[in-house]
Every structure is written in structure tokens, then in C-alpha cells.
């Protein structure tokens, strides 16, 4: 199986904060890689797809970049509503693993 | 607008089996593959299986492989989880998940909001 490792496990800043967020695979995965924006009680929904795509309707300050095992998940200018819990996952081969998660809290 | 409205959740006893169905509308189902991802209380994300569209190939977590059977029913909309010799560490949130197409090489959107299994005696 393809292990995912996020990192850091939880994250603490402040409104207007540029934050980076990193998601490491076990083996290549060229540039399948997803994140996903949780909030407390929701279901995910996803952000960014194939690496580097922003899902429709998802503000421009989310990007991603990276390709084989290395990939981040970059939040330019922090908003309130951006304090969530974000994973990366898989989608090259079975099983779809993700991310353990990164915790966005406020500081 | 797609949507994705699971059932079927509830307590159940070690052992014990349970159905979930997931319905879903404002898409052509049988055109794309679906998923369940599950979320035990305070824990992360984790894949339990996949369908196509035409039912033709479905895959599984080993967690869960030999215990759980996914299946659909394109005539009637509706995606489904057969859970049997359920245990306590299954207990988890489950939602019903459309893939893009297909889940390989895809990503899942839209969720639906869940159904809740708890297995306890």
C-alpha cells in the first residue's frame, strides 16, 4: 500500500497567515494527488485535484503544487472559514489512501 | 445539483451485520464509479471500497475484504454496503462518495453527509 505522511499533524495561525501544508507519498504517484477541506461535523469537499487543479468554486488564495512523491497544499492569505482539517489522498492505485490529516486551528 | 443521501446506520452487535444504501440524484449514475470512505469518531479519512459503473469491478481495503460487499443498482439510483461480521473497530461514519468517472486516477466529489455504525454490544 502507498503510505501518505502529512505533515505538520496540526497547525496554529493567525487570520491573513500564508500557510503551506505537505503531503508526502511512499512511492511515486506522478501527479495523483487530491486535498480535501473538513470542517467539524461536515463531510469533506474537495479543493484541489491532479496536484495542482482548483475544484470549481473554491477560492483562488488554495493551490497545490508537486508531482511524484512530494506535493503541498498552500492557503495564501488565511480566512476564518479556512480553520479546518485538510488530507491529501492517493488516487493512483488501490487502496486510496489518505493523509492522516493537519489540524488548521486559530492562534 | 448531485446528491447523495445515505441510510442504513445504527447500532449493531459484534458479529452483526448491516446494509447501507446510499441514493443518489442529479447525475447519470450508471456512468460513474462510486465509493464508501469511512471516519471513526475523532480519526481520519479511510477508503473501504469501490464500484464501477457498470458494476463490472469493485475493489476493497483489506480491512474489510472478505466482510464487506459493495453493489449498485444503476435502475434504481442506488449504491450499497453489505457489512457482515462486523466489529467494534468499524465503527465509523460512512459516507457514499461519487468518483469522477472513475476513482482511479480521480477524486472524490461530492460526499454525502454520512450515516453513523456503531458496533457495540
Known amino acids: 500500500d502507498i503510505q501518505m505522511t502529512q505533515s505538520p499533524s496540526s497547525l496554529s495561525a493567525s487570520v491573513g497567515d500564508r500557510v503551506t501544508i505537505t503531503c508526502r507519498a511512499s512511492?511515486?504517484?506522478?501527479?495523483?494527488l487530491n486535498w480535501y477541506q473538513q470542517k467539524p461535523g461536515k463531510a469533506p469537499k474537495v479543493l484541489i485535484y491532479?496536484?495542482?487543479s482548483l475544484q470549481s468554486g473554491v477560492p483562488s488564495r488554495f493551490s497545490g503544487s508537486g508531482s511524484g512523491t512530494d506535493f503541498t497544499l498552500s492557503i495564501s492569505s488565511l480566512q476564518p472559514e479556512d480553520f479546518a482539517t485538510y488530507y491529501c489522498q492517493q488516487s493512483y492505485t488501490t487502496p486510496y489512501t489518505f493523509g492522516q490529516g493537519t489540524k488548521l486551528e486559530i492562534k | 445539483e448531485v446528491q447523495l443521501l445515505e441510510s442504513g446506520g445504527g447500532l449493531v452487535q459484534p458479529g452483526g451485520s448491516l446494509r447501507l444504501s446510499c441514493a443518489a440524484s442529479?447525475?447519470?449514475?450508471?456512468?460513474?464509479?462510486m465509493s464508501w470512505v469511512r471516519q471513526a469518531p475523532g480519526k481520519g479519512l479511510e477508503w473501504v471500497s469501490a464500484i464501477s459503473g457498470n458494476a463490472g469491478t469493485t475493489n476493497y481495503a483489506d480491512s474489510v475484504k472478505g466482510r464487506f460487499t459493495i453493489s449498485r443498482d444503476n435502475s434504481k439510483n442506488t449504491l450499497y454496503l453489505q457489512m457482515s461480521s462486523l466489529r467494534a473497530d468499524d465503527t465509523a461514519v460512512y459516507y457514499c462518495?461519487?468518483?469522477?468517472?472513475?476513482?482511479?486516477?480521480?477524486?472524490?466529489?461530492?460526499w454525502g453527509q454520512g450515516t453513523l455504525v456503531t458496533v457495540s454490544s
Open positions: 512511492q511515486s504517484i506522478s501527479s495523483y
Open positions: 491532479g496536484a495542482s
Open positions: 442529479g447525475f447519470t449514475f450508471s456512468s460513474y464509479a
Open positions: 462518495v461519487k468518483c469522477t468517472i472513475n476513482c482511479y486516477l480521480g477524486w472524490f466529489d461530492p
